[in-house]
């Protein structure tokens, strides 16, 4: 837990994937400004569960206590201004990342609205030449600098995942993590149920375009389509 007793809105709650990075983060974080919250595994899918089905799974349970909210109240007074998800930069970690915004974002949508959710990027390639040490978070960036040298001089490492990186690379992407917002625009919900929703009818409306419908009612309960976005962060 940050032990910030005032100003509780400068401190981040790190939630990492496992228990690989429990050491680093003890390590390396602010103690005063951050948390950490590991993953047991793959967060809940919360999409097709009731909110007391939900709250009796004990990593939910822990998650919101950790951060102060409350299922059916607005997240107001809470414990850390901003919540960082830090996953593997493969599909796995995408799925993980993914459920906690599932979860998040249909009971607390402000939090995506007011940008109080980031994704955390995890470098994929790092090169080495002796002292000089440089991170590379997407194939095009590597590609891109790896043109211009001589690939023969350097060193290169190719990440797997948290696991994978050094203890002086775990400590660049917690003091100065290379992070996005994740915003939800008003059709938030409708693209939750896309994703998440076990009845294929969401995923095939989103796909052509149509209005979100209450399969129950035969309503229609959201108007245009809309798709997260992502918008950078300094």
């Known amino acids: 837990d940050a032990k910030a007793k005032e100003g509780r809105t400068r401190c981040s709650l790190m939630i990492f994937e496992g228990d690989s990075a ?75 990342a993914g459920l906690l915004v599932n979860f998040l974002g249909r009971y607390w949508p402000k939090l995506f609205e007011d940008k109080r959710v980031y994704r955390v990027m995890t470098p994929l390639v790092v090169a080495q030449q002796g002292t000089d040490k440089k991170l590379f978070y997407t194939a095009t ?30 400590a660049d992407i917690i003091k100065d993590p290379v992070m996005f917002a994740i915003t939800g625009d008003r059709d938030l919900r409708g693209v939750l149920d896309s994703w998440f929703k076990s009845d294929p009818s969401y995923r095939k409306r989103k796909i052509l375009g149509l209005p979100d419908v209450d399969i129950n009612s035969d309503e229609e309960v959201s108007s245009g389509v809309g798709v997260s976005d992502v918008e950078s962060a300094e």
């Not at 211009?148 to 290169?156: E, Q, T, V, Y």
Request: glycine share 8%; proline share 5%.
């Open 141 to 170: 960036e590597f590609e891109s600098w790896s043109k211009n040298i001589s690939l023969a001089k350097w060193d290169i490492g190719y990440k797997k995942g948290l696991a994978s990186l050094q203890s002086d690379e775990y």
């Open 22 to 96: 429990s050491s680093a983060v003890r390590k390396y974080r602010d103690p005063m400004f951050q948390g950490a919250f590991p993953l047991r595994g793959k967060f809940l899918n919360v999409a097709e569960l009731t909110p007391t089905k939900i709250i009796q799974n004990q990593e939910v349970k822990d998650l919101v206590s950790a951060l102060g909210l409350k299922l059916g109240e607005d997240p107001t007074d809470l414990r850390y201004g901003k919540i960082l998800i830090y996953a593997d930069a493969d599909p796995d970690g995408d799925s993980i």
